[in-house]
């Protein structure tokens, strides 16, 4: 079975500063795609960056980046020049050519002032 | 702009009490998923349907029915209710085309069992 590990349960970051969150994956096929969602305390689900494993390039979205390092099988996300508004929960995701995403258990990013 | 709505927003049943949560999308796509919520353990796939007609077991199916009778609307069932399915569950949509679409999400339903 596909998996998606999160190992950071909670992480604190000073506002201004970069913060990087772990995401691996584990998986034999050869296409697949990763993501990464924003979760707020409303709860809403937010998309945040999209990585095609046959990408040659590691995606950005403004303050988003996803370091993608295939040979580890690693799909972290740094968000730079961290906000107050960034503080939420943040799940990885995987589709591993099926039709279904798998999440990974979250991370709780706090941005202090 | 409605997207993929969820009704009801909260609901409390009584353990062994059934109730339907619906989902619907106005942005035609072909797969719908619904999961549940939980502490520590990230979104987890109860049941899934890649077209209308068509549903399938995801990856914590027990206790739960669905069914997709039309294209835009996904419903899940809790025939008895459970404390264990204590959650909040979301119903989320994607077009086809597999690994490179996004999925779109609803906006939750807390649901407590007592």
């Known amino acids: 079975a596909q998996k998606i590990t999160q190992t950071q349960p909670g992480m604190f970051v000073q506002e201004k500063e970069a913060v990087t969150l772990d995401c691996t994956y584990d998986?034999?096929?050869?296409?697949?795609?990763l993501f990464w969602y924003k979760q707020p305390s409303s709860g809403e689900m937010i998309f945040l960056i999209y990585?095609?494993?046959?990408?040659?390039q590691n995606a950005t979205e403004g303050r988003y980046s996803l370091n993608f390092q295939k040979a580890r099988k690693s799909a972290n996300l740094v968000i730079s020049a961290s906000q107050l508004g960034d503080s939420a929960m943040y799940f990885c995701?995987?589709?591993?050519?099926?039709?279904?995403?798998?999440f990974g258990a979250g991370t709780t990013v706090t941005v202090r002032a | 702009n409605a997207g993929v709505t969820q009704t009801p927003k909260f609901r409390v049943l009584k353990t062994g009490q059934s109730m339907t949560l619906l989902c619907a999308q106005d942005?035609?796509?072909?797969?719908m998923y619904w999961y549940r919520q939980d502490p520590g353990m990230g979104l987890r796939l109860i049941h899934y349907?890649?077209?209308?007609?068509?549903?399938a077991k995801g990856e914590v199916p027990d206790g739960y029915n669905v069914s997709r009778l039309k294209k835009q609307n996904f419903l899940l069932g809790l025939e008895s209710a459970a404390p264990s399915q204590t959650s909040v569950y979301f119903c989320?949509?994607?077009?086809?085309?597999?690994?490179?679409?996004?999925?779109?999400f609803g906006s939750g339903t807390q649901l407590s069992v007592l």
């Open positions: 942005m035609n796509h072909e797969y």
């Open positions: 990585q095609g494993s046959y990408d040659q």
């Open positions: 989320a949509s994607r077009r086809q085309g597999a690994e490179k679409e996004k999925l779109f």
């Open positions: 349907s890649v077209g209308e007609g068509t549903t």
């Open positions: 995701a995987s589709s591993f050519n099926d039709y279904k995403l798998s």
């Open positions: 998986t034999s096929d050869p296409s697949y795609g």
